[in-house]
């Protein structure tokens, strides 16, 4: 016998929904990150379905570098993906996370098996202050595995953009290292010969992924793969 009072409570909660989605967008008229059209369900996200079918549509790019052994990249960093990462990273737009994780990992399932956590690339802790959160780590709980702050930024960065690829190779060299907070007890169970996945917002020339491999190799994982985003062409005649 159908649950009445569970079916009732549902038709009630969805027209209060409607009716506020309504309501905001006709006094507010928030538009989509995106597209910046108005959004007719504004307490569904800042981005309206046609960009997020967009997303949906754009074919996921494996690579490697010379510490990472398996990477993915969920989509190319241009068009609606790029202004979806921007309102989430800049604007700070939080309630993307989810859904943006739930690209990457729609886009990577197959790198995340057999792995022992997720990595997320960390933030100097004045500029995650300043920001008021880690983007990568927000990507990476979105994934199934423990999500293991295990690195430590102990060095702020000039940012890559506008540089050629030896000198972001070059900009990013020691600039991490092991999470002091992390107990011996942890690296041994998640790093020592264990398969991390790294993961973070966007790669371009796979400099920052690169480091941060070195740095967990050292501590004793067997492979690194990483998962990111978005890839951006970079182009060294393009300063």
């Not at 604007?91 to 997720?118: I, N, V, Y």
């Not at 041994?188 to 993961?199: E, G, N, P």
Request: glycine fraction near 6%; charged fraction near 20%; aromatic fraction near 6%.
């Amino acid at each position: 016998m159908p649950n009445v009072t569970s079916s009732t409570t549902r038709r009630t909660r969805d027209v209060i929904v409607g009716a506020a989605n309504a309501l905001l967008a006709v006094v507010l008229a928030p538009v989509c990150a995106s597209c910046a059209r108005v959004l007719e369900c504004p307490l569904e996200g800042p981005v309206c379905p046609f960009c997020w079918a967009t997303v949906a549509r754009l074919t996921p790019h494996s690579f490697q570098t010379t510490l990472i052994d398996r990477g993915r990249s969920a989509g190319n960093y241009e068009g609606t993906l790029r202004d979806i990462v921007h309102a989430f990273k800049y604007d700070g737009r939080r309630t993307l996370a989810s859904p943006l994780g739930a690209f990457l990992l729609e886009a990577g399932r197959d790198l995340l098996k057999d792995a022992s956590c997720a990595v997320p690339v960390p933030l100097h802790p004045w500029r995650r202050l300043h920001r008021g959160f880690n983007q990568a780590a927000d990507l990476a709980a979105a994934l199934p595995l423990p999500v293991i702050h295990g690195l430590w930024r102990q060095r702020i960065t000039p940012p890559q953009t506008g540089l050629t690829a030896a000198a972001r190779r070059r900009n990013v060299r020691g600039a991490f290292r092991v999470s002091p907070l992390l107990s011996r007890r942890v690296i041994h169970a998640m790093f020592v010969d264990r398969t991390v996945v790294l993961v973070d917002d966007v790669r371009t020339t796979g400099a920052t992924l690169d480091a941060c491999a070195h740095v967990l190799k050292d501590a004793g994982a067997k492979e690194v793969r990483a998962l990111t985003l978005a890839f951006a062409i970079h182009n060294d005649n393009h300063r």
